[in-house]
């Protein structure tokens, strides 16, 4: 022990005397500080090392959740997208009504002196329950028009910015139907 813990003052005859007894501590002290500091200097840096491999596995963990979420919120808006395109085909689908009836009833309303010389039914792409009609009757007048609408409104249409123009043997009518549910 005299080797590895020699005193740091030795005592001189006549002088001064030697340090006391409790200060043979320090240089055990100061070894045993100095292999903690080592021991801590590599505990850290292990520590460090660590901690920065976690965090590279973690921010790998991140961006791979992000570009997962980020796919599934592309499928979530393209989903959303065909909902709202099948919705307004929906739409469009249930305020389209059949123009079969229309025409049959126009047809049958004609009395024994009219007929029919032209009759179109054009649809509106943006409103589809409003629909655009063009008749020409040959033959009974007003009357005639009149018959026809009856008609048509008890197929539960109505009619919209009427115009009426009568000609020497034929009338022409045209009229926007708009079908109103009852």
């Given at each position: 022990m005299h080797d590895v813990i020699h005193d740091l003052k030795i005592e001189?005859?006549?002088?001064?005397?030697?340090l006391p007894a409790g200060y043979k501590l320090i240089p055990v002290a100061f070894y045993i500080v100095s292999i903690a500091?080592?021991?801590l200097s590599l505990y850290?840096?292990?520590?460090?090392?660590?901690?920065?491999a976690t965090n590279l596995l973690m921010r790998n963990r991140i961006e791979e959740a992000q570009s997962q979420r980020d796919a599934l919120v592309s499928n979530q808006e393209t989903i959303v997208a065909e909902a709202k395109?099948?919705?307004?085909?929906?739409?469009?689908l249930e305020g389209s009504r059949p123009l079969q009836p229309v025409t049959v009833a126009v047809g049958r309303s004609m009395g024994k002196d009219s007929t029919v010389a032209e009759l179109a039914l054009?649809?509106?792409?943006?409103?589809?329950?409003?629909?655009?009609?063009q008749l020409k009757i040959d033959g009974g007048g007003?009357?005639?028009i009149e018959h026809t609408l009856?008609?048509?409104y008890a197929l539960h249409y109505?009619?919209?910015s009427a115009q009426q123009v009568k000609g020497r043997n034929s009338t022409d009518f045209q009229a926007t139907l708009i079908h109103s549910d009852k």
């Open positions: 001189r005859q006549n002088v001064s005397s030697g500091a080592v021991f850290f840096s292990l520590s460090k090392k660590s901690y920065e395109k099948a919705e307004v085909l929906a739409k469009w054009n649809r509106n792409p943006e409103i589809p329950a409003h629909t655009f009609m007003t009357e005639q009856d008609s048509i109505q009619t919209y």
